[in-house]
């Protein structure tokens, strides 16, 4: 049983994903490959003078793996709610999460198979993202959205910045009070 799965591992996922394993959570990403962000040149991102789309993505993903969570390459075809939480289900496997966060990014087939509700985008270009709460809650008890999926300005500094947002709300909730990861200089 997972904690938390993350379906989708572009910067709001793989931020997602960094923050929840390093919390302590047992983490789930699974990704299909087809994030946007691989086609940038990225030099509007705080704190890194220019990067390539890909390397952005991969760097993100190792960060994500160097505090413990799982990296999958499949496309979540359904989720099923069960007593404790949900059934993931890729192409021939499936996974018990307690918690799901959609960083799916510009797509939005597998959100509206499941039911979740959704309303047209703002942002160029996207045309549809999902209807969250505040919080980043779905109409389905703990699902969530984040990044470009939910409707935030389409940038790589704010998606991922959204990730982080999203998964520090559940991760307060398993908690039971609200958490912050605060490093102090060693
Ligand atoms: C050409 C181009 C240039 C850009 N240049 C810049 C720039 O210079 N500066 C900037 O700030 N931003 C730039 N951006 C925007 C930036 O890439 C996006 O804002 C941001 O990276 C989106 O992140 P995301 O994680 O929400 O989505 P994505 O990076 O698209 O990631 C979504 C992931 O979800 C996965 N996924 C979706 N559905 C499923 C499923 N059912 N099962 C499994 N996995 C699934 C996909 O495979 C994908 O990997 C650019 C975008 C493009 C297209």
């Not at 049983?1 to 047992?26: E, N, Q, R, Y």
């Not at 559940?170 to 990861?181: F, H, K, P």
């Given at each position: 049983?997972?904690?938390?799965?993350?379906?989708?591992?572009?910067?709001?996922?793989?931020?997602?994903?960094?923050?929840?394993?390093?919390?302590?959570?047992?983490v789930?990403?699974?990704?299909?490959?087809?994030?946007?962000?691989?086609?940038a040149?990225?030099?509007?991102?705080?704190?890194?003078?220019?990067?390539?789309?890909?390397?952005?993505?991969?760097?993100?993903?190792?960060?994500?793996?160097?505090?413990?969570?799982?990296?999958?390459?499949?496309?979540?075809?359904?989720?099923?709610?069960?007593?404790?939480?949900?059934?993931?289900?890729?192409?021939d496997?499936?996974?018990?999460?307690?918690?799901?966060?959609?960083?799916?990014?510009?797509?939005?087939?597998?959100?509206?198979?499941?039911?979740?509700?959704?309303?047209?985008?703002?942002?160029?270009?996207?045309?549809?993202?999902?209807?969250?709460?505040?919080?980043?809650?779905?109409?389905?008890?703990?699902?969530?959205?984040?990044?470009?999926?939910?409707?935030?300005?389409?940038?790589?500094?704010?998606?991922?910045?959204?990730?982080?947002?999203?998964a520090?709300?559940?991760?307060?909730?398993?908690?039971?009070?609200?958490?912050?990861?605060?490093?102090?200089?060693?």
């Open positions: 049983m997972f904690d938390i799965t993350i379906i989708g591992a572009g910067p709001t996922g793989a931020s997602a994903a960094l923050f929840a394993a390093k919390a302590g959570k047992k789930l990403v699974i990704d299909s490959d087809k994030s946007v962000t691989k086609r040149w990225v030099e509007n991102h705080y704190g890194v003078m220019e990067i390539t789309g890909p390397e952005l993505v991969e760097t993100g993903k190792k960060q994500a793996a160097k505090f413990g969570a799982e990296l999958k390459k499949a496309t979540v075809e359904n989720i099923e709610k069960t007593e404790s939480g949900f059934t993931i289900h890729t192409g496997q499936s996974f018990e999460s307690k918690h799901v966060i959609f960083a799916t990014g510009m797509l939005t087939d597998l959100a509206e198979k499941i039911g979740l509700h959704t309303k047209p985008g703002t942002e160029p270009r996207i045309k549809t993202i999902l209807d969250l709460d505040a919080n980043g809650k779905t109409n389905i008890e703990g699902i969530w959205g984040a990044g470009t999926v939910a409707g935030v300005s389409m940038h790589t500094i704010i998606t991922a910045g959204d990730g982080a947002r999203v520090i709300n559940v991760i307060s909730e398993l908690n039971g009070e609200r958490y912050v990861d605060h490093d102090i200089m060693k």
